[in-house]
């Protein structure tokens, strides 16, 4: 059973900067694809970046390509969000996810394993 905690949310003004970090625990973490997704209220959750258990293949909604950037760490067991140039349409609850794979899968419904989120808001 792997666990996962994300942390470095908070408040930050339009055009700001923001590092999210997701720490895995009880499970080979290098083997594992890495996602993340956020849920705004009232919407869907939605697909935000993911990448491989390698680190060499990454995926990016549309909506976040070239202001996003997804990493990892296996010797931390820990992937990042690098959230640069934010907007006050990102706000959302940002959740990060992991699915034992060598695919790289952008669907929520192909994670087995989530975080409890953490709350990103911009706003002046």
């Known amino acids: 059973q792997v666990q996962l905690r994300e942390s470095g949310g908070g408040l930050v003004q339009p055009g700001g900067s923001l590092r999210l970090s997701c720490a895995a625990s009880?499970?080979?973490?290098?083997?594992?694809?890495m996602g993340w997704f956020r849920q705004a209220p009232g919407k869907e959750r939605e697909f935000v970046a993911a990448?491989?258990?390698?680190?060499?293949?990454?995926s990016y909604a549309d909506s976040v390509k070239g202001r996003f950037t997804i990493s990892r760490d296996n010797t931390k067991n820990t992937v990042y969000l690098q959230m640069n140039s934010l907007k006050p349409e990102d706000t959302a609850v940002y959740y990060c996810?992991?699915?034992?794979?060598?695919?790289?899968?952008?669907?929520?419904?192909?994670?087995?394993?989530w975080g409890q989120g953490t709350q990103v808001t911009v706003s002046s």
């Open positions: 996810a992991a699915k034992y794979a060598l695919i790289l899968p952008t669907d929520a419904g192909n994670y087995d394993y």
């Open positions: 009880g499970g080979t973490f290098s083997r594992y694809a």
């Open positions: 990448i491989r258990w390698t680190g060499g293949s990454l």
